[in-house]
């Protein structure tokens, strides 16, 4: 067979498929990706919120019970006008224009929710009809699911890709996104909504540590769905909250040992000389709070273990470093003495990444990366060399607490964290919302329950829906979803 | 802080937590793994089968609609006492106990299913028993979902983090599984049972090669589940079977081509020339026999583009070659042609993968891995040094074809293709297997859909679970589901 015969077979195809071909012919034959991490992250917020300190009003609630004992401000919600895919399409579509990313230089697309309205066709295969205009149907991912895990596993899925011997030279990108609702009652004030669109490849701003992560994965019935008609939970709160803290433990202490054994003098780590900052998972803010003192008390423990005598200010945790540990989840004493340990370092090293969360309730697989987008917003440049430890939890349970580095993007690159911080504006995005009462918020959710599962026209108005944002057209009598772009 | 302080530290620790340090320190730094793959493989299948030649007498259709218009011979179920979350135990607890692997040895386990008995928690985290007993709670991986293809996506997600900075030498293990099942109507015939557990690590007998894959994914109501109160799904036949045809297209011919150019000599590949074996996705016998000749018929089409004279065998083809691609998807003349070729490279590429799925049926994730196993079940040390392609399809859609090469392992090795082989023991298992009635087969889907979604004891006998499989024990009142081993 002659070579021109081949170089124009494959003239044809390049004709025909573009697309692909462009990408391909980009990554070279062996090429190997360095400092895989987060190039670029978008989110999406509904227009609409309730105030926390309104809803105690309008629950009858004790003052203080939301704002205070939850840690929550504002809650965003969406009517049926919107569901997991169009909050979906929203953000990867702002990720791809706010950044100039080309639909076809992506290679890969997952999406991490636990907001089904589907159990077999995927959110992923309806992000597609953002790519498939472009000429690219090559895009490798689905949806991965296990409650608010989902938007690490689609993370670490996406870095481990770049690095691996399939990558093509493209971009991955992932969204985390969901819905959460409850029914009326106590854990309504707990809900929210949003998305975060990731972009991932190398050289990135925000680098993965390599090895630096654990993960604590069991068996536990502390938050899931079992009602397949109801878009609604389960929930037992107290294991919940205990399966969160163990999670804490065991990926904090195990990483910290990771950490110790990667470092040649075995030097010992603290809370402090470990990270800079620290991003946490987030159903209530006070959970938050909580975390984070129960990482210091582990280190109050591991200073008793390696016979160091404990610094000032953990001093006051001294008689409780020899309870058992199934002595310590709801010990009232300690959590006193945890209490009374001064927040600074907590104002510092978690303060910055924080009000996203309160200002937008739960957003499941998205809080976390929600507040790793609020840190962002707030500290922008300032994160260039400094290190955040994440802890990312899933109910059912899965955890993992992993290692991201600021780094200063050379000149002339396309992604930095100063563009990060410039794209997300995230208080502006924030302030441009419109408060509702409790009222319209229950309505909303009745509208949601009223066309889960079913076909027909929502009945929402899509005025609350953004410009540049789609939504939910109708789902057909077959179940088709017809989504529009406003 | 003194060196002793610090391995007396490490010591309590590595105490406490064996199991993961175990692994983490055999990993090494920064070891690097080469020719990543399959390892291991192990199945379940359903105690009980329905003839697909009874069901044609009990169904009142035409003889021979079921086994040669669907080209299936035997059915899999279960009733109410197995569900997605006990198979998948049953088939990873083989692959643990046959191959002789230490859980505290896999660092990775993820399920790919559309099987949901949960939206929120993963199947994943109800596998943990199988590793919390032996002290290894460090295990990364959830739940995909993307139709079929989720076990492809677990494959792929296996593969990358093997290869990535961040894998700690354990292995990765994953598991394709589905109950198949269909309302009463024409398409309940195509249902089945079945679940794959997959061991994926370094120098492996069947090795993935690099960058020879490509995928096709498109936004489509082929296939779904929008019924979120029931377990059957909705199906646009006619949809289903063009999108799959088209995906075998797009993922052959992009294949061919990135296979072309990764030979620098650029030869003209053909079905033959490029593979030894075919192993497809099969939602039924039939729609593999066509994806076969559909790729002779792209091949036939690239002959023509690359100015070559066709083959013999192929001839009959050339009045169609330039037919728009639009026309050629339900054409009858095209399908009647290339049903008269002889099947002698079908008997010989696809032949030894396709007895599994005829008589288990449609396994849908699991399906192309039983395939897999198959074709290893029938020739063993014979795929060594021969090139496997595998297409793999999940409606929604997404689809990929990949490659995968037979390795002769060294002498010593743990894992080889004879193992495989001797492990899965397929004939035996399929011939211990008890033939039921059409109508028995009905009662096990009725007490199924009585149960789905719903708390109490299961009313199907355990008499019907193999000694040593899972079974579903009790879904409690808050719908925590409580497993037993028989």
């Known amino acids: 067979m002659a070579a021109t015969t081949v170089k124009r077979m494959l003239a044809s195809w390049q004709l025909a498929q573009r697309g692909q071909i462009r990408a391909f012919t980009a990554s070279a034959a062996s090429q190997k990706a360095h400092n895989v991490g987060i190039l670029a992250m978008e989110s999406y917020i509904p227009t609409r919120f309730v105030s926390q300190e309104q809803l105690e009003v309008a629950d009858g609630?004790?003052?203080?019970?939301?704002?205070?004992?939850?840690?929550?401000?504002?809650?965003?919600?969406?009517?049926?006008?919107?569901d997991i895919n169009s909050i979906c399409l929203t953000a990867v579509q702002r990720l791809l224009d706010n950044y100039g990313i080309?639909?076809?230089?992506?290679?890969?697309?997952?999406?991490?929710?636990?907001?089904?309205?589907?159990?077999?066709?995927?959110?992923?295969?309806?992000?597609?009809?953002?790519?498939?205009?472009?000429?690219?149907?090559?895009?490798?991912?689905?949806?991965?699911?296990n409650a608010c895990y989902g938007g690490t596993a689609a993370l670490f899925n996406s870095q481990a890709w770049v690095e691996s011997s399939d990558w093509d030279g493209r971009y991955a990108l992932f969204v985390a996104a969901d819905i959460a609702v409850y029914e009326a009652g106590p854990a309504r004030p707990t809900g929210g909504c949003g998305a975060v669109a990731v972009l991932v490849g190398p050289e990135a701003p925000m680098r993965l540590v390599p090895k630096a992560r654990s993960t604590h994965s069991v068996d536990?019935?502390?938050?899931?769905?079992?009602?397949?008609?109801?878009?609604?939970?389960?929930?037992?709160?107290?294991?919940?909250?205990?399966?969160?803290?163990?999670?804490?433990?065991?990926?904090?202490?195990?990483?910290?040992?990771?950490?110790?054994?990667?470092n040649k003098r075995h030097t010992f780590q603290?809370?402090?000389?470990?990270?800079?900052?620290?991003?946490?998972?987030?159903?209530?803010?006070?959970?938050?709070?909580?975390?984070?003192?129960?990482?210091?008390?582990?280190?109050?423990?591991?200073?008793?273990?390696?016979?160091?005598?404990?610094?000032?200010?953990?001093?006051?945790?001294?008689?409780?470093?020899?309870?058992?540990?199934?002595?310590?989840?709801?010990?009232?004493?300690?959590?006193?003495?945890?209490?009374?340990?001064?927040?600074?370092?907590?104002?510092?090293?978690?303060?910055?990444s924080i009000e996203f969360s309160q200002n937008i309730g739960n957003s499941y697989t998205a809080a976390v990366y929600s507040n790793l987008v609020c840190l962002?917003?707030?500290?922008?440049?300032?994160?260039?060399?400094?290190?955040?430890?994440i802890?990312?939890?899933g109910s059912g349970a899965i955890a993992t607490m992993f290692t991201v580095d600021g780094i200063a993007a050379p000149p002339g690159a396309s992604f930095s964290l100063p563009r990060i911080q410039q794209t997300v504006n995230l208080k502006q995005r924030l302030a441009e919302r419109k408060e509702v009462t409790p009222a319209e918020f229950v309505d909303a959710l009745k509208l949601r329950e009223k066309m889960y599962g079913k076909s027909g026209t929502p009945a929402g108005s899509i005025t609350h829906v953004p410009e540049g944002a789609y939504y939910l057209k109708e789902v057909l009598g077959n179940h088709n979803r017809v989504y529009a772009r406003k």
């Open 376 to 389: 962002v917003d707030n500290l922008g440049k300032e994160l260039e060399g400094r290190r955040m430890g």
């Open 220 to 262: 536990v019935y502390d938050f899931y769905k079992p009602s397949l008609s109801s878009e609604y939970p389960a929930v037992d709160g107290a294991l919940s909250q205990v399966s969160y803290i163990k999670a804490v433990d065991d990926c904090y202490n195990a990483l910290m040992e990771k950490v110790s054994r990667m």
């Open 61 to 82: 609630v004790s003052k203080g019970k939301y704002t205070i004992g939850l840690g929550q401000k504002k809650m965003a919600f969406v009517d049926d006008r919107e």
């Open 102 to 145: 080309d639909p076809k230089d992506v290679g890969r697309v997952e999406v991490g929710t636990e907001s089904l309205v589907d159990k077999s066709k995927s959110t992923k295969t309806t992000l597609m009809k953002l790519f498939e205009d472009a000429g690219n149907h090559d895009i490798e991912g689905a949806t991965v699911m």
């Open 391 to 393: 802890f990312s939890y």
């Open 270 to 352: 603290t809370v402090e000389s470990a990270f800079n900052h620290l991003v946490f998972h987030s159903p209530y803010n006070k959970l938050v709070q909580q975390s984070f003192r129960r990482m210091l008390y582990n280190d109050a423990r591991r200073f008793k273990q390696a016979n160091i005598a404990l610094p000032s200010h953990l001093a006051p945790l001294a008689k409780f470093v020899d309870l058992a540990a199934k002595d310590t989840y709801t010990n009232k004493d300690l959590e006193k003495a945890l209490q009374a340990i001064p927040t600074t370092v907590y104002d510092r090293m978690v303060g910055p």
